[in-house]
């Protein structure tokens, strides 16, 4: 009896261990399984992680290879990355420039429109060829164009590329010089001095108390003087009565080249003394001899002067009236119009 028992115990203790292996089994099973479901799922995510880091390989690279300049800036002000081309052009080292608010290298004229920009930014427009004036480490001013698009409703980065346009600024410049002033001495050209002659008589018939002075300005004996000495001593001649009505005249008048050997002032605010003042005084500047190619050249200046208040307030009219009055001062200077030689310059 004992016997049978200790076997009942046995096969008890078989049976519930039967049981216990068969679920350990099962459970051992499963863990392979999750175990492959695993493995399977690291793999993707190694994957993916593989292809991020490629992404932002190629992203590092455009980045730092780009021709453009390149910056990663916050919406507060600062930058947070900008590339070799952005240090190369500017000349600062990287963190030069991302220590200071970036609006500091902008030009105290463009900051204005700069922070205006920024707030359209924020404001989730895009920014496209915005142009200031960064300050490069060397203390000159380059121009740069900006395009930027709006940061993302969940973030304050801004991706930004610029590029240098100093040289088409300067071109430009240049350009626009060469369009309205005469190209021998530098002064205004006829087609910049009708433009503000129109101006001035528009703000005169507006107020009267915006008055000015045409002056024509013939210069005497200069077609003997070029014929005996040569082109180039005419040219060079020109050139030095050019500076010396300059040097005659307020910065805001306007001295013009009209071609040949006339020329033109117009003086604002001009009372009605002045102009004639005026004419004493560039008579007297153009008299004082003229060294030029070895020699001291003389010559003088007929003048004639014309103002709105005294003649119709029309360009027409009054380089007529100039003109008129420019001969007959001619006429009445007449025995002193000989050309004069004072013999080689010392």
Same mark, same amino acid.
Not at 20 to 28: D, G, N, R
Not at 53 to 82: E, K, P
Not at 115 to 142: M, Q
Not at 151 to 176: G, H, M, N, Q, V
């Given at each position: 009896m004992q016997e049978l028992q200790l076997i009942h115990a046995?096969?008890?203790?078989?049976?519930?261990?039967?049981?216990?292996?068969?679920?350990?089994?099962?459970?051992?099973? #499963?863990?392979?399984?999750?175990?492959?479901? @695993?493995?399977?799922?690291?793999? #993707?995510?190694?994957?993916?992680?593989?292809?991020?880091?490629?992404q932002i390989r190629q992203w590092q690279n455009f980045?730092?290879?780009?021709?453009? @300049?390149?910056?990663?800036?916050?919406?507060?002000?600062?930058?947070l990355d900008v590339n070799p081309s952005f240090m190369r052009v500017l000349g600062y080292a990287k963190e030069e420039l991302l220590q200071r608010p970036f609006i500091d290298f902008v030009h105290?004229?463009?900051?204005?429109?700069?922070?205006?920009?920024?707030?359209?930014?924020?404001?989730?427009?895009?920014?496209?060829?915005f142009e200031n004036r960064y300050r490069c480490k060397d203390g000159h001013y380059a121009w740069l164009a900006w395009c930027t698009p709006a940061p993302a409703a969940d973030?304050?980065?801004?991706y930004a590329i610029a590029r240098d346009i100093t040289e088409r600024k300067r071109s430009d410049a240049e350009i626009l010089h060469q369009a309205a002033h005469d190209s021998l001495t530098g002064l205004f050209n006829r087609a910049a001095l009708m433009q503000q002659v129109q101006l001035a008589c528009a703000r005169f018939r507006r107020d009267a108390r915006q008055n000015f002075a045409l002056l024509f300005l013939d210069l005497d004996h200069f077609k003997p003087i070029n014929d005996s000495y040569g082109h180039q001593c005419g040219d060079?001649?020109?050139?030095?009565?050019?500076?010396?009505?300059?040097?005659?005249?307020?910065?805001?008048?306007?001295?013009?080249?009209?071609?040949?050997?006339?020329?033109?002032?117009?003086?604002?605010?001009?009372?009605?003394?002045q102009p004639q003042e005026l004419k004493v005084r560039l008579q007297a500047a153009l008299q004082v001899p003229f060294a030029i190619a070895e020699q001291r050249l003389q010559i003088?200046?007929?003048?004639?002067?014309?103002?709105?208040?005294?003649? #119709?307030?029309? @360009?027409?009219?009054?380089? #007529?009236?100039?003109?008129?009055? @420019?001969?007959?001062?001619?006429?009445a200077r007449r025995p002193s119009l000989l050309p004069t030689r004072l013999g080689a310059a010392e």
């Amino acid at each position: 009896m004992q016997e049978l028992q200790l076997i009942h115990a046995k096969l008890d203790l078989l049976r519930h261990g039967a049981v216990e292996f068969a679920q350990l089994h099962k459970h051992v099973g #499963e863990l392979e399984q999750l175990t492959a479901a @695993m493995d399977a799922s690291n793999s #993707e995510l190694f994957d993916e992680l593989n292809k991020a880091r490629q992404q932002i390989r190629q992203w590092q690279n455009f980045f730092d290879l780009s021709l453009d @300049m390149l910056c990663i800036a916050h919406t507060g002000g600062y930058f947070l990355d900008v590339n070799p081309s952005f240090m190369r052009v500017l000349g600062y080292a990287k963190e030069e420039l991302l220590q200071r608010p970036f609006i500091d290298f902008v030009h105290p004229d463009d900051v204005a429109a700069t922070l205006g920009v920024l707030a359209t930014l924020i404001a989730g427009g895009d920014t496209i060829n915005f142009e200031n004036r960064y300050r490069c480490k060397d203390g000159h001013y380059a121009w740069l164009a900006w395009c930027t698009p709006a940061p993302a409703a969940d973030s304050s980065l801004l991706y930004a590329i610029a590029r240098d346009i100093t040289e088409r600024k300067r071109s430009d410049a240049e350009i626009l010089h060469q369009a309205a002033h005469d190209s021998l001495t530098g002064l205004f050209n006829r087609a910049a001095l009708m433009q503000q002659v129109q101006l001035a008589c528009a703000r005169f018939r507006r107020d009267a108390r915006q008055n000015f002075a045409l002056l024509f300005l013939d210069l005497d004996h200069f077609k003997p003087i070029n014929d005996s000495y040569g082109h180039q001593c005419g040219d060079e001649l020109l050139r030095q009565v050019a500076e010396r009505l300059r040097h005659c005249c307020r910065d805001g008048d306007i001295v013009a080249r009209l071609g040949g050997d006339e020329f033109i002032i117009l003086a604002a605010d001009q009372s009605a003394t002045q102009p004639q003042e005026l004419k004493v005084r560039l008579q007297a500047a153009l008299q004082v001899p003229f060294a030029i190619a070895e020699q001291r050249l003389q010559i003088g200046a007929s003048i004639g002067i014309a103002q709105p208040g005294i003649t #119709e307030p029309n @360009m027409d009219v009054l380089l #007529e009236h100039a003109d008129r009055q @420019m001969y007959l001062d001619k006429l009445a200077r007449r025995p002193s119009l000989l050309p004069t030689r004072l013999g080689a310059a010392e």
